[in-house]
């Protein structure tokens, strides 16, 4: 979460902008890691650094691990084109549509 927060205050210093997070997306870990689920313990700490030091609420999305997400690079496609009814596509078209819709 330091690195995280060096990383905000850095890249608002260079930029000379004040930055405002709205939106976190984490990837999925593959697979648990001696029976936890790293993603959900991260996502837990990271909701608890953000809730403790900005005043607006900060949407975080998961979305799975999915080799499709590389094929799609690779072909020079977006998930939305290459596999739009896949799991991973499925979670970006509702953080497409949670953006569009002002929700975030």
Avoid: C, W
């Avoid at 608002?12 to 689920?37: A, D, K």
């Avoid at 949407?59 to 896949?86: E, V």
């Amino acid at each position: 979460m330091e690195t995280l927060k060096t990383l905000i205050s850095a890249l608002s210093e260079e930029l000379n902008i004040e930055i405002n997070i709205m939106m976190v997306l984490l990837r999925e870990h593959p697979q648990p890691t001696f029976g936890r689920n790293p993603t959900a313990e991260i996502k837990r700490l990271l909701k608890k650094y953000l809730d403790a030091n900005l005043t607006t609420t900060v949407a975080i999305y998961t979305f799975p691990f999915s080799t499709k997400i590389y094929k799609a690079q690779i072909k020079g496609q977006p998930i939305s084109h290459y596999a739009p009814y896949s799991k991973v596509g499925r979670v970006y078209r509702k953080i497409t549509k949670a953006i569009l819709d002002g929700s975030i």
